[in-house]
């Protein structure tokens, strides 16, 4: 199993400083992988990252919610979607995504659809490459 980050991740970047196998890496580029993407092959399922997350945007795969409901107000960031979102990250850098839609409380997504992206980016993606 592994720990699978979804699109309410808005590359934020305090799960990567606490990943003990430093599995963690952001995509690249941000306009086709816009959020951060777990190697399954490395991760520990130690779950340190999930409370780093201030979206609450990681999960263990087998929790991933197909029926998740918003609070109102947070974003997702997918490809396909439009909305401007700026902000700054963990560290106080400038974060931009063009990738965005912010939700409206009780509107209902499936995040189950971001969880093979996570395995596409290190099987045929920019984290094959990264990793070798
Ligand atoms: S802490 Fe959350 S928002 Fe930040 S990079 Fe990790 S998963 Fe994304
Ligand atoms: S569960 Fe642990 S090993 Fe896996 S990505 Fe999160 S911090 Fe890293």
Known sequence: MTYIITSLCLRD??????CPVECIVPGQPVE???????DPDTC???GACVPECPYDAIF??????EAYEAKGGEYISRLGLSGHYENTDHH???VVLETTKQLEAGEV????????PNYDFFESGPGYDALG
């Open 92 to 94: 106080g850098d400038t």
């Open 13 to 18: 970047g305090g799960c990567i400083d606490v």
């Open 109 to 116: 997504v499936d995040l189950t659809e971001d969880t093979q």
């Open 32 to 38: 086709e992988w816009p959020w951060m993407y777990i």
């Open 60 to 65: 263990s795969e087998d929790e991933v919610p």
């Open 44 to 46: 520990i399922d130690c």
